[in-house]
């Protein structure tokens, strides 16, 4: 009996996906739950797996077509690896009975048999790291993996090709896009932009072409906050079975003190409607392989720091394996983006609509301050808010902005909500 492997069922929000990579090619045996395909969306790349053991019948759609939810995708033969396997164990019988004097041939089908073999027992790979060892020509049995049940992650790809670069062993980077190599030696590479950079950037020049977007900035004395991390971090995380507390706890409580009090920045526009949220949602700019993403901490205002400290590690990493879901990315209502891990001193965030703010942290830089007639070195950081001045006046943006500033140089006012 044959099953249809259809494509799973998209959001509103994303019309179609396209065949990323087939794990399997037709006639190929599988098992139930296997990797059969990955498919690549605006936001996420999705596996489809086997429904049931047999042999993957028929290939519909190959890779680089377009799908959309619930298109049939491939057929599955349900059962009939058993007996294929059955015939093809008869059929070596036959042919090992009839070559008897090719020792030749007999050494090359034991290799061929272990090499099977060895394939089948091959660690899975996230999509990130399957792309980046095909690049590089890496194979998966030569890569020990650290993920979860031994899953392949980016980082062991990178550890082996380092490994293989310092040995003198690795092998040679597989190209699959055309290269141009001028006599001179400046090489070009032409590569397709993915589906979520093509996003990303169609909606950066939504953003920009769409939204009166303005930015005001402040910044903020970090030492408190330093200071309380410092003093308590231990015991955080012995009490919360191994949390970190890190700054960007403080800073989500801090944005969801600001957006009860200024209920305009945590609005949204829709078409001459503006939608005030009742509850606040809070985006985090995740940086993965595949480009930014922006996962959502549901009801933050409901989440302590340790919380929302887990959740943040938890999506930064399935973002790096690539298995964040569609409804762990849909919705927010503000966005945080912190640029400061990378070093940025100070920048303007561009507005994720349909929201009409985001806050933009960067880095902790010591600076001569002046306090009480004095100059001080504290641990300084620019804040920057750019929102939509469509929906927000100047006036509530600085007073949002210093609202955060104040919850953070005073950390005990985000507990006492005041």
């Given at each position: 009996m044959s099953i249809e492997i259809k494509a799973p069922t998209l959001p509103e929000s994303v019309p179609d996906g396209t065949i990323a990579s087939w794990h399997k090619k037709a006639g190929d045996a599988v098992k139930r739950d296997e990797l059969l395909v990955d498919i690549e969306t605006d936001k996420v790349v999705i596996e489809v797996v086997s429904p049931a053991d047999g042999v993957l019948e028929k290939i519909v759609k190959e890779s680089g077509d377009t799908i959309v939810s619930n298109e049939l995708i491939a057929l599955v033969k349900e059962g009939a690896a058993a007996s294929e396997a059955d015939q093809s164990d008869d059929k070596k019988s036959d042919d090992k009975k009839s070559d008897d004097k090719q020792a030749d041939s007999k050494t090359e089908q034991k290799t061929d048999k272990k090499s099977e073999s060895a394939s089948d027992d091959a660690p899975l790979l996230s999509p990130a790291a399957k792309k980046l060892a095909e690049e590089h020509g890496i194979k998966a049995d030569q890569v020990t993996g650290t993920g979860k049940d031994g899953r392949v992650t980016k980082e062991d790809v990178m550890s082996a090709i380092e490994g293989g670069s310092k040995s003198g062993t690795s092998a040679p980077a597989k190209r699959e896009h055309?290269?141009?190599?001028?006599?001179?030696?400046?090489?070009?590479?032409?590569?397709?932009?993915?589906?979520?950079?093509?996003?990303?950037?169609?909606?950066?020049?939504?953003?920009?072409?769409?939204?009166?977007?303005?930015?005001?900035?402040?910044?903020?004395?970090?030492?408190?906050?330093?200071?309380?991390?410092?003093?308590?971090?231990?015991?955080?995380?012995?009490?919360?079975?191994?949390?970190?507390?890190?700054?960007?706890?403080?800073?989500?409580?801090?944005?969801?003190?600001?957006?009860?009090?200024?209920?305009?920045?945590?609005?949204?526009?829709?078409?001459?409607?503006?939608?005030?949220?009742?509850?606040?949602?809070?985006?985090?700019?995740?940086?993965?392989?595949?480009?930014?993403?922006?996962?959502?901490?549901?009801?933050?205002?409901?989440?302590?720091?340790?919380?929302?400290?887990?959740?943040?590690?938890?999506?930064?990493?399935?973002?790096?394996?690539?298995?964040?879901?569609?409804?762990?990315?849909?919705?927010?209502?503000?966005?945080?983006?912190?640029?400061?891990?990378?070093?940025?001193?100070?920048?303007?965030?561009?507005?994720?609509?349909?929201?009409?703010?985001?806050?933009?942290?960067?880095?902790?830089?010591?600076?001569?301050?002046?306090?009480?007639?004095?100059?001080?070195?504290?641990?300084?950081?620019?804040?920057?808010?750019?929102?939509?001045?469509?929906?927000?006046?100047?006036?509530?943006?600085?007073?949002?902005?210093?609202?955060?500033?104040?919850?953070?140089?005073?950390?005990?006012?985000?507990?006492?909500?005041?």
């Amino acid at each position: 009996m044959s099953i249809e492997i259809k494509a799973p069922t998209l959001p509103e929000s994303v019309p179609d996906g396209t065949i990323a990579s087939w794990h399997k090619k037709a006639g190929d045996a599988v098992k139930r739950d296997e990797l059969l395909v990955d498919i690549e969306t605006d936001k996420v790349v999705i596996e489809v797996v086997s429904p049931a053991d047999g042999v993957l019948e028929k290939i519909v759609k190959e890779s680089g077509d377009t799908i959309v939810s619930n298109e049939l995708i491939a057929l599955v033969k349900e059962g009939a690896a058993a007996s294929e396997a059955d015939q093809s164990d008869d059929k070596k019988s036959d042919d090992k009975k009839s070559d008897d004097k090719q020792a030749d041939s007999k050494t090359e089908q034991k290799t061929d048999k272990k090499s099977e073999s060895a394939s089948d027992d091959a660690p899975l790979l996230s999509p990130a790291a399957k792309k980046l060892a095909e690049e590089h020509g890496i194979k998966a049995d030569q890569v020990t993996g650290t993920g979860k049940d031994g899953r392949v992650t980016k980082e062991d790809v990178m550890s082996a090709i380092e490994g293989g670069s310092k040995s003198g062993t690795s092998a040679p980077a597989k190209r699959e896009h055309p290269v141009a190599d001028m006599s001179s030696g400046r090489v070009e590479e032409r590569v397709p932009m993915s589906r979520l950079r093509a996003k990303v950037a169609e909606r950066l020049l939504q953003a920009s072409q769409t939204t009166a977007m303005l930015t005001t900035f402040n910044e903020v004395n970090m030492e408190p906050v330093m200071s309380l991390r410092s003093r308590y971090k231990d015991q955080f995380e012995k009490t919360h079975d191994g949390v970190r507390l890190g700054f960007m706890s403080f800073f989500v409580r801090a944005c969801v003190e600001a957006l009860k009090r200024y209920p305009a920045v945590n609005a949204s526009i829709d078409g001459s409607d503006i939608v005030y949220h009742g509850y606040q949602d809070i985006g985090v700019a995740v940086s993965s392989p595949r480009g930014l993403v922006v996962p959502v901490l549901r009801n933050a205002d409901h989440m302590s720091l340790a919380q929302v400290e887990a959740k943040i590690r938890e999506y930064g990493l399935k973002a790096q394996d690539g298995k964040l879901s569609m409804d762990e990315m849909t919705g927010g209502t503000f966005t945080i983006s912190n640029g400061g891990v990378f070093g940025s001193l100070l920048s303007t965030p561009i507005l994720n609509p349909p929201q009409t703010a985001i806050l933009g942290m960067h880095k902790i830089q010591e600076r001569p301050m002046a306090v009480n007639g004095k100059v001080e070195i504290l641990p300084m950081m620019y804040l920057a808010l750019s929102y939509d001045h469509r929906m927000i006046d100047g006036k509530e943006a600085v007073q949002f902005l210093v609202t955060i500033k104040d919850l953070l140089e005073d950390p005990a006012r985000i507990l006492l909500e005041i």
